[in-house]
């Protein structure tokens, strides 16, 4: 007569001794591996996927493609351009497009841009440098999964000197996320002058960065500054630092009356000479690429 089980799971009366126990004791078992692996995981993404801040970080130099060298200029086209990580307005995400957008500049600050992939990929600021043979810094604001996850950057056809990029105000209730201000010593017309690239926050410590970055600018001349601010000109901050004429908005100034009121954008300048400037509308990122034409001054005479 065949052995069978109850409908409980213990063997019926001549059936093997334990055989329903170890098949229950068996699921358990496992199901409490899955529970602890499931926990583990977790507990893992929970703690790589923190976006922590970027140590301040300095070099002598920015790095080049191989075979590219800096020019040398006295008349450069600067441009500020907030990338969105290279994805368009469509949903594509197309760096072939960024870089085509960026052509014709010789000294550019970037925002929004993607570190490192896992796999090996370069950030992408070296991926724009090497498709435009320019030279570039990335300058990452946040560390996320074991990599810079974001950040700022410079990419440049002129000699680029010592840089620096010092982290900005946080607080973790006023703040959305980490920032920080790339500085950097670029020469032009024989003479050094101080670029500087930065995006804000979008949150209350907004004016605090503000003002620290505005500050930091006005100890420089000649000088550039350029970002995704997130304000607009109507800013007290700004009204107050252009109230000294020698803070320019080379933007508005190139712009005039068809200047977009609500542009968050911004090149800044002081000691240079405001030519021409032109912009490329939203549409490969959901930002504008602006861009102005400057005249380096001539190098200071004894």
Known sequence: MTDTHDSTGRSAPGGPPGVGRRTGGSHRRRNLAILVLALCLGLYAAYAGRRTP?????????????????????QLRVATYNIHRGKGTDGVRDLDRTAAILRDADLIGLNEVAGPAFWGRADQVEQLADKLKIGWQFAPNQYRWHKYHFGNGLLCRLPVGPWTSEPLVYDRARSNSHRNLLTAQVTAGGQLITFMVTHLDRGEIRPVQLKHVLDEFAEHTPAVLVGDFNTTAADPLLVAFFADGNNVDAIAQTFGASDDKGRIDWIITRGMRVLTGGMEPAGVSDHPCYWVNLEAPGPARP
């Open 54 to 74: 970027v140590e301040p970080q300095q070099g002598a130099a920015v790095s080049w493609p191989n075979g590219s060298q800096p020019i040398a200029k006295t």
